[in-house]
């Protein structure tokens, strides 16, 4: 029997929902904090829910009061910037608290992602070629770069900002689209090029080992010429245009000597960008087997039934099982 925990699970404010502020299932909710709330539950810990607010005192008075063994940090934001994450579980740090996930160094490196690329690369990770444009700068293309290019917010993730019209094809649509992101999000624009190929997700559980799960894929089916060739956040979130475009998810079908080869880019990737206890790296893998890393997510989803959960149910670990991981994964680094 595991020793049971007193866990204090750390979520974004405004995911509480009022008439349920316990998660106990008392209204139909299938987010990713009503699915690790009630496990954990299942596990036999103490849990106690805290929403994450800008008032710091507050919430390091509730803290050191609750006494943890540790925080499932399951924050994404502060206020709706997403830009916070990092300050999150450095407050976290600071105050000497355990928690899971990755720490205030690796959620910066992936936040940035000029920074992410260009640290990948100087560790001989192919990653797309990109340009970075702030605001208020004339677009201007080096010439090593090759149209089409993907043109994204630079700190945001989750597919926010991303649409069929982020691939563009010519300096005038480039401008458009940054001008878009620049006014919208408020924020630096990477445009970086477009690489063809299939798209993979692939989940990684551990710190000193790692496991990493059958990798997942997206499967753009449609055969019509204006479909989608990206993970919109309209592919990412919305069921129905994906069956009108006849896009799925589902595991990817790869050779043995691929999947070695995929495996071993992922876990550098997770190790130079200091991902703990479990992290999905995003790949497109071209037809000659060339891999490209596009993202690596150090919160990734983990709800039941999500991208994450699926992998590890693939490679035989449960949902309860994959909880309990990442708990004494944690648990392990602070001993």
């Known amino acids: ?186 924020q630096p624009v990477i445009a970086e090029e477009y690489i063809e190929g299939r798209e993979l997700y692939v989940s990684i559980l551990g710190n000193k080992r790692l496991t990493v799960f059958p990798a997942r894929e997206c499967f753009f089916e449609s055969d019509a010429k204006d479909g989608p060739l990206l993970l919109t956040y309209r592919v990412k979130w919305n069921e129905e245009y994906r069956e009108k475009w006849n896009i799925k998810f589902g595991f990817a079908e790869l050779e043995t000597s691929v999947t070695d080869h995929i495996e071993r880019i992922c876990k550098k990737v997770y190790r130079v960008l200091q991902l703990h206890d479990y992290g999905r790296i995003d790949l497109r893998l071209t037809a000659d087997n060339k891999i490209f890393i596009l993202e690596a997510n150090p919160n990734p989803d983990i709800a039941y039934g999500e991208e994450v959960a699926e992998a590890a149910q693939q490679a035989g670990i449960t949902y309860r099982n994959l909880i309990d991981r990442i708990l004494r994964l944690a648990l392990a680094r602070y001993k």
């Open 1 to 186: 029997m595991s020793k049971k925990l007193n866990v204090t699970v750390l979520v974004d404010e405004n995911t509480i929902p009022g008439e349920d502020p316990e998660f106990t299932g008392a209204v139909e909710t299938a987010s990713t904090e009503f699915h690790v709330i009630q496990t954990l539950r299942e596990l036999g810990h103490e849990v106690s829910i805290l929403g994450f607010v800008d008032d710091i005192g507050n919430m390091v008075g509730t803290l050191t009061k609750r006494k943890p063994d540790i925080v499932f940090n399951l924050t994404e934001h502060l206020g709706g910037d997403r830009r916070q994450d990092k300050n999150i579980a450095a407050l976290l740090e600071m105050v000497g608290i355990a928690f899971t996930g990755t720490g205030p160094v690796g959620l910066m490196l992936c936040r940035d992602k000029r920074v992410c690329k260009q640290l990948l690369s100087l560790h001989k990770i192919h990653v797309p070629g990109f340009v970075w444009l702030p605001p208020g700068r004339t677009v201007r293309i080096p010439k090593t770069l090759h149209y089409p290019l993907v043109v994204k917010p630079a700190l945001e993730d989750s597919s926010e900002g991303i649409s069929n019209a982020s691939l563009v094809s010519d300096e005038a649509a480039l401008a458009e689209r940054a001008q878009f992101v620049h006014e919208r999000w408020d």
